[in-house]
């Protein structure tokens, strides 16, 4: 039985996500120039804003992923999981899986 995260709890570890990235070396300069702001302000939205945002976009159905993750329709993830484990039910049509054409 999976159990089902709140969007107030996926809010809060992608906080922690988003304040983890902001900490490396120059990321706020880097950041701030990019957004045509200063560094006190990047600050500020990091102290004031960005969580309560993050609530927002969560209660809102949103999610914030890093932008190496690829996002996929919830219908297409099922599908891809039924067919994987129908493929993998078996030893012998596992095997086929790593067979060379």
């Given at each position: 039985m999976e159990l089902s995260v709140s969007p107030s709890e996926r809010a809060r570890k992608a906080h922690a996500r988003v304040l983890q990235a902001l900490q490396g070396p120059g990321t706020q300069r880097s950041l701030a120039h990019a957004?045509?702001?200063s560094e006190a302000t990047v600050s500020r939205i990091k102290t004031e804003k960005l969580e309560d945002t993050l609530v927002l976009l969560y209660q809102l159905g949103?999610?914030?992923?890093?932008?190496?993750?690829v996002c996929v329709d919830a219908q297409a993830l099922e599908f891809m999981r039924q067919a994987a484990l129908r493929m993998l039910a078996t030893q012998e049509a596992a095997a086929r899986l790593w067979e060379d054409e």
């Open positions: 957004l045509g702001t949103f999610k914030v992923v890093s932008a190496d993750k």
